[in-house]
């Protein structure tokens, strides 16, 4: 075959030019009628039903078997969100969603996203996108000082220390376990020479406690080391003393503890481990120590919720999610780290396409996490910070705090009910006085009535409804709704019972 004349390719170019590609004024109506819904939907969240009733499978007779061969008109995308989605979709940021935890939600992180997706670079590496490796840099110091992080998180210090953004908590979790992984290997490396690495991992041993979330048993499982699980006291709270026996234990045991996982803010109920306690007795024992505080960590913007966090500069790594209470649309886990370098090394494979003339001057942080590929996801916080400011960003966690506590009040005053763990956060966890199986049954039915959404969980024996305060349009009148149709249910549970 001979060779293809310009000619030829120029026609074989042709022939494979898309067609009715979306162009430039097209995607300005679409993103402009977008933005339109995306407003409508936020303002009017209130009035949806907040849980879908969809069945599992309810989509597929909805869309057609295989993709398009040729294009869609935008419009009729548009027309397919009201129709098809928004019937499986759990509205997360109506004031009436009580569940779990919250997940942030605003304008400016909004539109960040948009620059961010648009820009659309990976930033692995600081030649990758210079402005998105400094920027995060820079968003972290910020943030850093707005908790009052000891200097040696800070990079502005000067010294390892510094900030990095992870996908979630549970990234954070396992990271800084294989960053402490890697400097235990090392250490005990050197005091046993003759040892292998292989049998120093098989002997390392962590510790979280049995109210830790279920992402730190699975970094261990992930990481491949034991993790132990340490029973709180009678307050759900994880004690200095119960760390040391464990570790004395696993030491005259023959294994090496490593790391360990202290959390302020429990999924279940909100609760705070005692990190002033833990902190001595990790540093004690050259024991890594993680604080997850992934949903309360936002708290400590307000200087009168950082007592909770007293302690911290025993620590080796802090991580708390933005994305969760601060207003940054996930995904945004906020993560220092003292030293870094123990990533870095841990992390560290050089290939040469990935080189640049610039390495060590600024940090290249596909080192410090586990995937690659990163997106610019600073600009979304660095829009919250700006556009709300520190002011407005603490009276956010205020109001959700006092709109928590006057729920607590409420459920007070109602002596069918009792509250189970002291109301600290934007989390209330009561139950009906009575047995699991009632609660059980109350809770089907304040979800069954279709206004509110909450979940349960339990501790011990004891099982009980947790009532979070999750939108950012939560008010007053929200939270006594929220209320009443509890009542409603009780009344109809325990008529019905015979209560
Ligand atoms: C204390 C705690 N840690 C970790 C997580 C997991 O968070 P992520 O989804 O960011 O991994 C949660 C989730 O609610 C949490 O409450």
New binding site residues.
């Given amino acids: 075959m001979g060779e293809k004349r310009s000619g030829d390719i120029s026609k074989d170019l042709d022939n494979l030019k898309l067609t009715n590609e979306m162009d430039a004024p097209a995607f300005k109506d679409f993103a402009k009628e977008m933005i339109d819904y995306v407003t409508n939907y936020l303002e009017n969240i209130r009035d949806r039903r907040v849980l879908p009733t969809v069945e599992p499978g309810y989509l597929r007779p909805m869309l057609p078997a295989s993709a398009p061969q040729q294009p869609d008109q935008w419009q009729d995308v548009m027309a397919d969100i009201e129709r098809v989605i928004m019937p499986g979709v759990t509205h997360w940021h109506s004031p009436r969603f009580h569940a ?2 919250p997940t942030a939600n605003s304008y400016p992180a909004i539109v960040a996203d948009i620059l961010s997706d648009s820009i659309a670079c990976i930033g692995f590496s600081w030649i990758a996108s210079p402005a998105c490796t400094e920027l995060e840099v820079i968003v972290l110091d910020w943030l850093g000082k707005m908790l009052d992080l000891p200097q040696d998180f800070l990079a502005s210090s000067g010294g390892k220390g510094g900030g990095v953004i992870q996908g ?4 954070a ?1 396992l990271v800084a376990l294989l960053g402490a992984k890697a400097r235990t290997v090392a250490r005990i490396k050197k005091e046993h020479p003759e040892m292998k690495e292989s049998d120093i991992i098989g002997k390392l041993v962590g510790y979280c406690s049995s109210q ?2 279920s ?1 730190v048993e699975r970094a261990g499982l992930l990481g491949g080391v034991r993790m132990r699980s340490l029973l709180p006291d009678a307050g759900n709270k994880l004690q200095g003393a119960t760390l040391e026996q464990a570790i004395k234990e696993d030491i005259a045991a023959g294994l090496f503890p490593f790391y360990a996982v202290c ?1 302020l ?3 279940s109920s909100c609760t705070f481990d005692n990190l002033e306690d833990l902190g001595p007795v990790c540093n004690a024992n050259n024991i890594w120590l993680h604080v ?1 505080a ?2 309360a960590g936002s708290a400590f913007i307000c200087p009168e919720y950082r007592y909770l966090m007293k302690g911290i500069d025993r620590a080796d790594s802090f991580n708390f ?1 933005p ?2 209470w601060m207003l940054v649309n996930f995904d945004c ?1 906020a993560m220092w780290l003292k030293d870094p370098t123990w990533l870095v090394n841990a992390f560290n494979v050089d290939p040469l396409y990935l080189k640049h003339d610039q390495q060590g001057s600024a940090p290249d942080y596909r080192h410090w996490q586990i995937p690659l590929g990163r997106r610019f996801r600073s600009l979304k916080l660095w829009f919250v910070l700006r556009l709300y400011g520190i002011e407005n960003l603490q009276k956010h966690i205020r109001k959700h705090i006092m709109l928590a506590k006057h729920f607590e009040s409420l459920v007070r005053s109602d002596d069918r009910f009792e509250i189970t763990q002291e109301v600290l956060m934007g989390l209330v966890c009561f139950r009906a006085k009575g047995s699991n199986e009632s609660n059980e049954s109350l809770l089907k039915k304040i979800n069954g009535r279709g206004v509110i959404h909450m979940v349960p969980s339990k501790i011990g024996d004891c099982y009980f409804l947790r009532m979070a305060v999750c939108s950012k349009y939560t008010e007053i009148e929200d939270i006594e709704l929220s209320w009443k149709e509890v009542k409603a249910a009780a009344d109809e549970e325990f008529t019905t019972n015979g209560h």
């Fill in positions: 779990y935890f979630t908590a549970s990234e979790t830790s979330h992402s959390t803010g429990t999924t997850d992934a949903y999610n994305h969760k886990s």
